[in-house]
């Protein structure tokens, strides 16, 4: 089995760091990743990116969440980045797990707003970029694995 070729995550970041800020500001406002398509910042980031439909919405994800993250080089993802925040309860982290999409990453979304973790971009970007109830599963269980007793 051939195994799917990933997008340059830290392409998608440094595009991202070189907006200026009233693009940046544009896509802190949308309120739903399907709200990226009216954003004329989203098509700076996605464009020439996605091959198929199905990657565009894996990039609305990456790029819905992607304003509230600060890359660190180390090997932190996101759910230990989340568990060493003070403020995230695991009672927000279980309305991300028990939605349903776009839910879910609305909540994802709120949850990063509120914290603005360092995380490692490329582990979490894969994380989002295969978002589903596995991906959700994983990032409870690093949360947990890492919160402080």
Same mark, same amino acid.
């Given at each position: 089995?051939?195994?799917?070729?990933?997008?340059?995550?830290?392409?998608?970041?440094?595009?991202?760091?070189?907006?200026?800020?009233?693009?940046?500001?544009?896509?802190?406002?949308?309120?739903?990743?399907?709200?990226?398509?009216?954003?004329?910042?989203?098509?700076?980031? +996605?464009?020439?990116?996605?091959?198929?439909?199905?990657?565009?919405?894996? +990039?609305?994800?990456?790029? +819905?969440?992607?304003?509230?993250?600060?890359?660190?080089?180390?090997?932190?993802?996101?759910?230990?980045?989340?568990?060493?925040?003070?403020?995230?309860?695991?009672?927000?982290?279980?309305?991300?797990?028990?939605?349903?999409?776009?839910?879910?990453?609305?909540?994802?979304?709120?949850?990063?707003?509120?914290?603005?973790?360092?995380?490692?971009?490329?582990?979490?970007?894969?994380?989002?970029?295969?978002?589903?109830?596995?991906?959700?599963?994983?990032?409870?269980?690093?949360?947990?694995?890492?919160?402080?007793?």
């Amino acid at each position: 089995m051939q195994q799917q070729k990933l997008p340059d995550f830290m392409a998608l970041y440094n595009a991202w760091e070189k907006l200026s800020p009233g693009p940046k500001a544009e896509l802190r406002r949308v309120g739903r990743p399907d709200d990226l398509i009216e954003v004329p910042a989203f098509y700076r980031l +996605f464009s020439g990116r996605a091959v198929s439909e199905w990657d565009k919405e894996k +990039f609305q994800r990456l790029i +819905f969440c992607l304003p509230y993250i600060r890359h660190d080089g180390g090997d932190i993802g996101i759910g230990k980045a989340l568990a060493k925040s003070s403020g995230v309860s695991e009672k927000r982290l279980f309305q991300v797990v028990r939605s349903n999409s776009p839910n879910d990453v609305i909540q994802l979304r709120r949850v990063l707003q509120m914290v603005e973790p360092t995380a490692n971009w490329p582990k979490t970007a894969k994380l989002l970029w295969y978002w589903n109830d596995h991906s959700k599963r994983d990032l409870l269980e690093e949360y947990f694995i890492n919160r402080a007793k």
